[in-house]
């Protein structure tokens, strides 16, 4: 079956740093991959999508890239802010499967000034 | 999120009631879907449906029942709560069942069983 691994947190970074956040998944065909994040208190809300291999997501400043041969999605975001602190959720997603999709566990980003 | 809603927001019910939660959407999608969230599960499959009246399981379904009589609104039952499905609640909706289309989510139902 689809699953999506994502590196543990709490991390925990200074306002400006560099962030990087781990994902990779395993899935049986071409699955589209997606980036998700929570705010406290709120439903998740989507940041970024790629659909095929060495595609790249972008939003926000945030971006991604659809890495096939090494079954990742990592997320990155070169300065970050203290809004930016939430749940990161990568997901994967297959045509032909009702639109369901497979989530990781969730990274927890904190953010301090 | 603006075009789909969930009620209660938070419930407090006893062991052995039954309870339904609801998911309205005003996007006219196909698809909906209902998710549960846990510490250390990230948000697993309940139930999903793909038109009125089509419904299926998904991953975590014992215990749940689900119906969709009109498009825009997606019933989640807990027949008879346990304390194992206190939980946040999520609704999700999709446009297409298509791999490129992602997921809007509803703000979620934090239900406690007591």
């Not at chain 1, 998740?44 to 659809?66: H, I, R």
């Not at chain 2, 339904?20 to 499959?45: I, K, S, V």
């Not at chain 2, 446009?95 to 509803?106: C, L, Q, R, V």
Request: aromatic share 12%.
């Amino acid at each position: 079956g689809n699953s999506v691994t994502q590196m543990e947190g709490p991390v925990t970074l200074s306002e400006e740093a560099f962030l990087t956040i781990n994902c990779t998944y395993t899935a049986t065909g071409y699955p589209s991959l997606f980036w998700y994040v929570q705010y406290p208190g709120e439903g998740l809300q989507l940041l970024l999508k790629a659909t095929k291999a060495d595609d790249k997501g972008s939003n926000k400043g945030f971006e991604a890239t659809y890495r096939k041969e090494t079954t990742s999605f990592h997320l990155e975001k070169g300065s970050v802010q203290v809004s930016d602190s939430a749940v990161y959720f990568c997901a994967l997603s297959e045509g032909g499967n009702a639109g369901k999709s497979t989530f990781g566990d969730g990274t927890t980003l904190t953010v301090k000034p | 999120d603006a075009g789909i809603t969930q009620s209660p927001r938070h419930k407090v019910t006893e062991t052995g009631t039954p309870v339904t939660l609801r998911c309205h959407q005003t996007e006219n999608h196909r698809y909906m879907y209902w998710y549960r969230q846990d510490p250390g599960h990230g948000l697993r499959l309940i139930h999903y449906s793909y038109g009125v009246k089509d419904t299926d399981k998904g991953e975590v379904s014992d215990g749940y029942s689900v119906s969709r009589s009109k498009t825009e609104d997606f019933l989640l039952t807990l027949e008879s709560a346990t304390s194992s499905q206190t939980s946040v609640y999520f609704c999700a909706i999709s446009e297409s069942w298509g791999p490129n289309y992602g997921y809007t989510f509803g703000s979620g139902t934090r239900l406690t069983v007591v």
